[in-house]
DNA sequence: CGGAACGTTGACACTAATCAATACCAGTGG
DNA sequence: CCACTGGTATTGATTAGTGTCAACGTTCCG
C-alpha cells in the first residue's frame, strides 16, 4: 500500500491495471487479493520489509472497491472506517458548507492514499468523487494502526504518508495565497504531468480528467479564468488544448511563469 | 502532549506558566520536565492512560526550549528530529520559495503541536517563527513512535493531531479559494478568539502577535486590504481597533459575514 | 437527432493590488 | 525628558486582474 516514491516512477500502466486480479467467490464489488502482485506495489508499499512483515502487511487491504465515474467513496459525515489506495481511476476531494461554498481539495490518482481526512472526529469531513470508474484498495483503518504497531517500517510509511498530505497543502496554500491566475494554472499542469510521469504517462500529453470549473475551484478562479488563461497558453504556443487533452508543447515557459515571479534587489 | 480538544477548555493562563517548572541543573536552554504536573496537560495529553502509560508519556518531553521573540523554533532545510508542544508563546509557519514568494501558514499557540511537516523528507519544509516570547516541550519523534508502537492510546493521538491538521488545511484551502476579504478577516478573526477562548481567554478581546503583514500573507491579501477591512468592521461598528488590540462587538455578525454567501435556490 | 453538459469568448463591473503620503508607536540614546 | 528612528498602520487615488453575465460553440450520449 502506499503512494508514490520520487524513484519509483516507470511503473503502472504497463501491464492491464486489472490482470492480476484473481476474482474470488465473493461479492463482486469486493475482491479478496494481495498486494504482493499487485503492479502498484513499488508506488505504494513501504519498502525494505522482512518476508514475514510483507506477510502481514498483505493481510491490510482486505477488500477492493469498485466506484462508477460521478460515484461517492465516502461522503462528508460518514463514519470513517478505512483509508484507501487507488488502484486505478482518479478522484477529487471536496468541502461543501451549509451556505453553499464548495472547495476542491485535491486530485488524487493511482497509488495515493485518501481518506485521511477522517481520522481526527472518526467521521469524513470531506467527499471524494470519482471523476472516472476507479477501484480502491480498502485498508481498514483499525488494522493499519494494529500492524503499524508490530512493524516500524510500516508506522513510519503511515506517518509520511501524512505529513506529505500536509506539506502538499502547504503548497497549494502558496498557490493560491500567493501566484496570479496564470501562475496557478502553470502550476497545476506541471504538478498533473509530473505526478502522471511517475505513473508511467507522457511527460507532455494528458487528459484532464476534471472539468474548468473543477480546476477553477481547485485553484481559486472561476471556470472562464480558468478557460481564459489555458486560451493565453495557447496563443503564446505554450500548450495546445483540445477540450480536455492538453500537450504541453513548451515546459520551460510553464516553469518560468510559476517561478519567474519579478523580484526585488 | 499534544493540543486543544474541544472539551478541554478553560484550562491554562490561570496558573502563571512557569510555576510548576523545578528548575535541575542543566542547560538553563533546555530544562527537564514532567507533563503530568504540566497546566497545559488537559489540552494536549491523550485521554482515558493507565498509570503505567502515564509514566511512559512522561518520557517523551526530553527537554524544553526557549524561543525569544524573532526566534526561529527551526527553518526550512534543517534536519527534522523532533516535534514541538508549544508550552508558552506564540508561533507563525511560513514557506519561502527561491523567487521570493513567502506564504505563512499559520498560527500557532499554546498546546499546539508544531513540527509535521518535517516528517516526510526528515527535513523541515517551512519555518516556525516566535511571534513573541515562547517555551516548547522537545518530543524527539523517534520516541513518539517508539512509544506509540507500544501505547495505543498515543499512536491514536498521534494519527489525529495530523490528521486534524490536515482538516485544517482544507479549511485555509476553502477561505483562500472562495472567500472575499472582508469574509476571510472575520474568519480569521472567529478562529483566533476561539482558540483563545479555548485556553481561558476573553471571547472578544484579543491582542494580535502577528503584523498586518502576516495576516495579509495567511489570508492571501495584501497588508492594505487587511487594515482597510479592519476599518470597514470598525465602521461598521462590529469590532474596536487600536493597533493590536481588537475588540469584537459583534460577533453574530462576524458569522454572518462569513457563512451569509448568497445563496440562489 | 436533440438535448444537456461542458467549454469558449466578449463586454462590463468590481474587488483587491499598487503606489504614495502620512500617522502612529516602541525603543534608543542624547 | 525629549527627539529621533525604524517598523508598523492607516488612508487615498488609481489600476490591474478576476468575476459576472450573457451569448454562442462543441461534444457526448440517449
Known amino acids: 500500500m502506499f503512494e508514490v516514491t520520487p524513484e519509483s516512477a516507470e511503473t503502472g500502466k504497463r501491464r492491464d491495471a486489472a490482470s492480476d486480479v484473481k476474482p474470488l467467490p465473493m461479492n463482486p464489488l469486493s475482491i479478496k487479493v494481495a498486494c504482493s502482485n499487485c503492479n502498484l506495489r513499488e508506488l505504494c508499499m513501504p519498502m525494505g520489509l522482512k518476508a514475514d512483515e510483507l506477510d502481514k502487511i498483505e493481510e491490510i487491504v482486505a477488500v477492493r472497491r469498485k466506484v462508477k465515474r460521478g460515484g461517492r467513496l465516502y461522503s462528508n459525515g460518514e463514519r470513517f472506517t478505512s483509508l484507501f489506495a487507488i488502484r486505478t481511476g482518479f478522484f477529487k476531494t471536496c468541502i461543501t458548507t ?63 504518508i501524512m505529513s506529505r498530505e500536509i506539506v502538499r497543502e502547504h503548497g497549494v496554500m502558496l498557490l493560491l495565497g500567493s501566484m496570479r491566475a496564470e501562475e496557478r494554472l502553470a502550476a497545476f499542469l506541471l504538478n498533473l504531468v509530473q505526478r502522471l510521469h511517475a505513473r508511467g504517462f507522457s511527460q507532455s500529453e494528458l487528459l484532464l480528467r476534471m472539468t474548468r470549473e473543477e480546476i477553477g475551484s481547485y485553484l481559486g478562479l472561476k471556470l472562464e479564468t480558468v478557460s481564459r488563461t489555458f486560451s493565453k497558453f495557447v496563443e503564446e504556443g505554450i500548450v495546445e488544448v483540445k477540450q480536455r487533452h492538453v500537450r504541453i508543447i513548451d515546459t520551460e515557459a510553464l516553469k518560468l511563469i510559476v517561478n519567474h515571479n519579478q523580484q526585488p534587489c
Open 98 to 160: 451549509e451556505d453553499g461554498r464548495n472547495q476542491v481539495t485535491g486530485f488524487q490518482m493511482a497509488g495515493e492514499i485518501i481518506g485521511l481526512d477522517g481520522i481526527v472526529k472518526e467521521h469524513h469531513t470531506c467527499d471524494a468523487v470519482a471523476l472516472e470508474d476507479a477501484e480502491v484498495c480498502v485498508m481498514p483503518f483499525e488494522r493499519i494502526e494494529e500492524l503499524s504497531r508490530e512493524v516500524a517500517a510500516l508506522q513510519r510509511h503511515v506517518h509520511k
